[in-house]
Nanobody
Framework: VQLVESGGGLVQAGDSLRLSCAAS????????VGWFRQAPGKEREFVAA????????IYADSVKGRFTISTDNAKNTVDLQMNNLKPDDTAVYYC???????????????????WGQGTQVTVSS
């Protein structure tokens, strides 16, 4: 299983970015896929996730209403649309995939077996 993130960059506060997580070896529509982020000196934190084949999307409170996760079945990608970005959103963003995570554990990074290499998002004030 390989996950490759793309779409990161340097933007100003209030701008938007769209991250994409391309998967090979597994079908994203049938698996749980989460987005996490890690800022320097901080632990990896949950951002958003899709749970298995449902349209049940879960968001961290800090991004709710600004970020949207979606699945492109034709491309086998899971995208993260990020609007109204803030300097606190600056981090390396990772996507992760799990075939076995239960719903109550989708926000726990330890629940995911497969990870991408990450993409840097920097938001200037």
């Amino acid at each position: 299983v390989q996950l490759v993130e793309s779409g990161g960059g340097l933007v100003q506060a209030g701008d938007s970015l769209r991250l994409s997580c391309a998967a090979s070896g597994r079908t994203v529509s049938r698996n749980s896929v989460g987005w996490f982020r890690q800022a320097p000196g901080k632990e990896r934190e949950f951002v958003a996730a899709k749970f298995r084949s449902s349209t049940n999307y879960i968001y961290a409170d800090s991004v709710k209403g600004r970020f949207t996760i979606s699945t492109d079945n034709a491309k086998n990608t899971v995208d993260l649309q990020m609007n109204n970005l803030k300097p606190d959103d600056t981090a390396v963003y990772y996507c992760a995939l799990s075939s076995t995570v239960i719903f109550s554990a989708v926000s726990n990074p330890n629940s995911y077996a497969f990870w991408g290499q990450g993409t840097q998002v920097t938001v200037s004030s």
